[in-house]
């Protein structure tokens, strides 16, 4: 089974670049798919206030296209200020097993979380060979589009709902779920699981002045961030 890596980044060459040397670091190749500008003709329609968030959207949706225009089995999407997990190219074969094993649509390899959901006690004499790595369920409160995983059957159902039509439709239709990557592309599904120690942390740093946003932000980096196993 084959595995891509994408992302894409708005003009910052800064993260371009720590995205580059972290992924050379792994041996894993990345695709910068090339971000949605202000002037694509996808953008007209939005409101002003809703401009950039559709612009991200619709780079998500770029990745999954050009991830479906490969050969590969599953894609992996993230955005360009994650802090990625050290040595984890060896994970990837077990990683898509358990994808497929589970029947999983979805698998969050990073997410907003504040606090640690699973943790491993040993009592002497025991210890463990190998850090365990495991797959929890999640509710849709659970936040974060810096990195997960689908294959090309979820990718494919994503375009074909989440279009130019879909967000076009929200900004009447208040029963419609947010055109919003977070709110869609990590959540529509009814077999979705999260992957814990996490591949990768989102930066820690947000683009808002709403405060109890960049403390959260924050507090979710710092609970799980160690230089001994994050880039």
């Not at 089995?73 to 200020?81: A, T």
């Not at 979820?154 to 029963?175: C, G, R, V």
């Not at 002045?209 to 880039?231: G, L, R, W």
Request: with cysteine; net charge negative.
């Amino acid at each position: 089974m084959k595995i891509n890596f994408y992302t894409f980044s708005f003009n910052n060459p800064q993260r371009k670049a720590k995205m580059e040397e972290q992924f050379a670091a792994e041996g894993i190749p990345l695709e910068f798919v090339e971000p949605v500008p202000s002037t694509d003709p996808r953008l007209t329609a939005a409101p002003d206030k809703l401009k950039r968030l559709w612009g991200i959207m619709f780079s998500h949706l770029d990745m999954l296209q050009t991830f479906l225009n490969s050969d590969a089995d599953f894609g992996v999407f993230c955005e360009d200020d994650i802090r990625l997990r050290k040595n984890i190219a060896p994970l990837l074969p077990e990683i898509m097993l358990q994808f497929k094993r589970h029947n999983l649509e979805i698998l969050l390899l990073s997410c907003l979380c504040s606090y640690v959901p699973v943790e491993v006690y040993t009592h002497q004499p025991h210890g463990v060979l190998e850090h365990p790595y495991t797959f929890l369920t999640y509710e849709d409160n659970l936040w974060g589009a810096h990195m997960y995983m689908l294959d090309s059957k979820t990718a494919q159902k994503h375009l074909d709902k989440y279009n130019l039509e879909y967000a076009i439709k929200t900004l009447t239709d208040s029963s419609l779920t947010h055109f919003n990557p977070d709110w869609t592309l990590t959540k529509d599904a009814r077999r979705k699981a999260a992957l814990y120690p996490m591949l990768s942390l989102e930066s820690g740093v947000v683009n808002t002045d709403h405060e109890f946003q960049v403390q959260f932000h924050k507090m979710c980096f710092e609970k799980h961030f160690s230089e001994e196993f994050y880039h």
